[in-house]
T-cell receptor, first 115, second 116 residues
Framework: DSGVTQTPKHLITATGQRVTLRCSPR?????VYWYQQSLDQGLQFLIH???????AKGNILERFSAQQFPDLHSELNLSSLELGDSALYFC??????????????FGPGTRLTVL | AQKVTQAQTEISVVEKEDVTLDCVYE???????LFWYKQPPSGELVFLIR??????QNEISGRYSWNFQKSTSSFNFTITASQVVDSAVYFC?????????????FGTGTRLLVSP
């Protein structure tokens, strides 16, 4: 158990809908990262937050947005869902961003199925 | 640009065999980190090891060992005396200074099947 929690574990929804994925980082970790794992794209970095502020963006669609709250939990919002958004969404956390790299520990993931 | 190549899509071995998973990376960064993660059938990503670009010492942890060679841009992973529980997808990943070490670039993974 990495100490990173994600809810829900599974999510089934329809095209055009909006969903929110939630992540709680390991105790003490200030950084939260979101990744998408799909069959065609593999594991792709989406976005990074550090202590409530967005720090880096990857291949994140405009229909997707994220935020990190004062208690450090993070939410990834996916809207106007398409079939191609079906994927496993991972959250990861690490303790340090300014002092160089720190290991990212991953949560169990949320499997999103868009029908 | 950063890139990680795991050319072996799937490897099948019989229990107790040794197996090596290959990882080749590309980066222009002089400072970078390499990682291996394991994704068992249950789906979570489990951290195995981190290596920085200045430390080329090989590492051994139980049945696992890693060979980092900057000259060939490779960071290979060997499992000795494989077990059924080693069956998983293994990902090699890279994090570099130019991206502020903030994102991991993953390879496509190698699926390891260990049969009894």
């Amino acid at each position: 158990d990495s100490g990173v929690t994600q809810t829900p574990k599974h999510l089934i929804t329809a095209t055009g809908q909006r969903v929110t994925l939630r992540c709680s980082p390991r105790s003490g970790d200030l950084s939260v990262y979101w990744y998408q794992q799909s069959l065609d794209q593999g594991l792709q970095f989406l976005i990074h937050y550090y202590n409530g502020e967005e720090r880096a963006k990857g291949n994140i669609l405009e229909r997707f947005s994220a935020q990190q709250f004062p208690d450090l939990h993070s939410e990834l919002n996916l809207s106007s869902l398409e079939l191609g958004d079906s994927a496993l969404y991972f959250c990861a956390s690490s303790s340090e961003v300014l002092a160089g790299v720190d290991t990212q520990y991953f949560g169990p993931g949320t499997r999103l199925t868009v029908l | 640009a950063q890139k990680v190549t795991q050319a072996q899509t799937e490897i099948s071995v019989v229990e107790k065999e040794d197996v090596t998973l290959d990882c080749v990376y590309e980066t222009r960064d002089t400072t970078y980190y390499l990682f291996w993660y394991k994704q068992p059938p249950s789906g979570e990503l489990v951290f195995l090891i981190r290596r920085n670009s200045f430390d080329e010492q090989n590492e051994i942890s139980g049945r696992y060992s890693w060979n980092f060679q900057k000259s060939t841009s490779s960071f290979n992973f060997t499992i000795t005396a494989s077990q059924v529980v080693d069956s998983a997808v293994y990902f090699c990943a890279l994090s570099g200074m130019n991206t502020g070490f903030q994102k991991l670039v993953f390879g496509t993974g190698t699926r390891l099947l260990v049969s009894p």
